[in-house]
Nanobody, 125 residues
């Protein structure tokens, strides 16, 4: 079992930055591949960024590439999403997700077993 708690969401103007954090507890975090997803009202949950258990591999959705950075600190059991140059279309609830097997990164919601409760990010234009 892995428990995930996101924090860091809020209201920001377009062009601004936010840093989301996800704190994990339970099973060994360093064995978990992690991902960030988001869901806007009326839309399906979509992939944002992923990182392998070691942190050596990362992958981003085209819509955030070059603006967002995913990172992890296995000593602190945390994963972060630094979001720069935010746009109105980035507005969504952001979710942290974990899976406890595999050595790569994963981009599908169906590949993750554990999810946080989500944190709201609102970007005003």
């Amino acid at each position: 079992q892995v428990q995930l708690v996101e924090s860091g969401g809020g209201l920001v103007q377009a062009g601004g930055s936010l840093r989301l954090s996800c704190a994990a507890s339970g099973r060994t975090f360093s064995n978990c591949a992690m991902g960030w997803f988001r869901q806007a009202p009326g839309k399906e949950r979509e992939f944002v960024a992923a990182i392998s258990w070691s942190g050596g591999n990362t992958y981003y959705a085209d819509s955030v590439k070059g603006r967002f950075t995913i990172s992890r600190d296995n000593a602190k059991n945390t994963v972060a999403l630094q979001m720069n140059s935010l746009k109105a279309e980035d507005t969504a609830v952001y979710y942290c997700a974990a899976r406890t097997s595999g050595s790569a990164y994963y981009t599908s919601v169906y590949e993750y077993r554990y999810w946080g409760q989500g944190t709201q990010v609102t970007v005003s234009s």
